[in-house]
Nanobody, 114 residues
Framework: QVHLVESGGGLEQPGGSLRLSCAAS????????MGWYRQAPGKQRELVAR???????NYADSVKGRFTISRDNAKNTVYLQMNSLKPEDTAVYYC????????WGPGTQVTVSS
């Protein structure tokens, strides 16, 4: 059975940093493209960042230069380092794994507020 479990969310002030983690089990992690998506209240889910099995990355324009996605295949974990957080980064952040199948984690709340 496949499990993706996000952690690291919480409340942070504008300008602060958070690091999200997503631990995967039940898949051959190294062959999956991994991504982070987010969904704010009243909005559609959107791609934040993605990293392929060959470690190519792409980012939403709104987070370029502030967020960094990385992966540790030995730990079956993908990370999202979020710096210079803004209130508009407030959302539920979801981990995604794609190869032949598409899997989602339950999400972790990130709130950026003073």
């Amino acid at each position: 059975q496949v499990h993706l479990v996000e952690s690291g969310g919480g409340l942070e002030q504008p300008g602060g940093s958070l690091r999200l983690s997503c631990a995967a089990s039940g898949i051959i992690f190294s062959i999956y493209a991994m991504g982070w998506y987010r969904q704010a209240p009243g909005k559609q889910r959107e791609l934040v960042a993605r990293i392929t099995s060959s470690r190519r990355t792409n980012y939403a324009d709104s987070v370029k230069g502030r967020f960094t996605i990385s992966r540790d295949n030995a730990k079956n974990t993908v990370y999202l380092q979020m710096n210079s957080l803004k209130p508009e980064d407030t959302a539920v952040y979801y981990c995604n794994a794609v190869y032949a199948e598409n899997y989602w984690g339950p999400g972790t709340q990130v709130t950026v507020s003073s």
